[in-house]
C-alpha cells in the first residue's frame, strides 16, 4: 500500500539526533484523513482514493458536499483531495489515516503551494542579469529587446518576462521523516517544504527506482 497523507505545515525548528547533531526540521500536523471515496477502473476509469482532511461544521460545506459526505458515510472535511493509486491498493471507504503510518527514516515527497511574491520583474523572477550602470545607463532593470526581428515579427510564446511569481504548484522530493509523534499526528520532516505556515501539504512515499 502506497503511503500517503494530507497535513499542514506547523513551522520550522531543528532537533538533535543521538549523535548530537542539529538537524533543521519541517513540523508538520499529518492527518488524521479520512477515506472519502474510492474510485475503480472498471467504474470511474482510473483507479483512485479522496482524502478528507480537517472536520469543518456543516454548516460550513454546500449542499452537493454535505450529500457527497452522507452518501459515503464520512464526516464533513475542510480539504479534499484526490489520489492516484494501484489497483491493489488496499484503502477501504471510511478508513482513517493516521500519522503512524510512515515510519522514522522513510522517505517522502512533499507537494504545497509555493508562497506567492506578488508582481515581479524579469530580474527577480527569471534571475536575469542588471543592465550596465555606467555612462549614463538607465536600463538597470529593464528586460531589454523580446521581439525576434522581422521574421518572424512576433514575440514567441512562453517569453521570460515580469508577472505573477509564485503561488505555483511545488513537490520537494526524497525529503527524510525524522521522527514521529503518532498521539499529536505530528511529522518532523528533515529540510524544508514548499509553502507558508498553515498551508496544506501532501505527503507521499517516494517510489524507489
Known amino acids: 500500500?502506497?503511503?500517503?497523507?494530507?497535513g499542514k505545515k506547523v513551522g520550522m525548528t531543528q532537533i538533535f539526533n543521538?549523535?548530537?547533531?542539529?538537524?533543521?526540521?519541517?513540523v508538520v500536523e499529518a492527518g488524521?484523513?479520512?477515506v472519502v471515496q474510492k474510485k475503480i477502473e472498471e467504474v470511474d476509469g482510473y483507479n483512485a482514493v479522496q482524502f478528507g482532511f480537517?472536520?469543518?461544521?456543516?454548516?460550513?460545506?454546500?449542499k452537493p458536499l454535505k450529500g457527497h459526505f452522507e452518501k459515503h458515510g464520512v464526516e464533513p472535511k475542510k480539504y479534499i483531495q484526490e489520489i492516484r493509486i494501484n489497483e491493489d491498493e488496499g484503502y477501504e471507504v471510511g478508513e482513517v489515516i493516521k500519522a503512524d503510518v510512515f515510519g522514522n527514516g522513510d522517505k517522502v515527497d512533499v507537494t504545497g503551494t509555493s508562497k506567492g511574491k506578488g508582481f515581479s520583474g524579469t530580474i527577480k523572477r527569471w534571475n536575469f542579469s542588471l543592465g550596465p550602470k555606467t555612462h549614463g545607463?538607465?536600463?538597470?532593470r529593464l528586460p531589454g529587446a523580446i521581439g525576434a526581428g522581422s521574421d518572424p515579427a512576433r514575440v514567441f510564446k512562453g517569453q521570460k518576462m515580469a508577472g505573477h511569481m509564485g503561488r505555483e504548484k511545488v513537490t520537494i522530493q526524497n525529503l527524510e521523516?525524522?521522527?514521529?509523534?503518532p498521539e499529536k499526528n505530528i511529522l518532523a520532516i528533515k529540510g524544508a517544504v514548499p509553502g507558508p505556515k498553515k498551508g496544506l501539504l501532501l505527503i507521499k512515499e517516494t517510489v524507489k527506482g
Open 1 to 6: 500500500m502506497t503511503k500517503v497523507i494530507l
Open 18 to 26: 543521538d549523535e548530537g547533531d542539529v538537524i533543521p526540521v519541517t
Open 32 to 34: 488524521p484523513c479520512s
Open 54 to 62: 480537517e472536520d469543518i461544521k456543516e454548516q460550513r460545506i454546500n
Open 137 to 140: 545607463s538607465r536600463n538597470y
Open 177 to 181: 521523516v525524522v521522527k514521529v509523534d
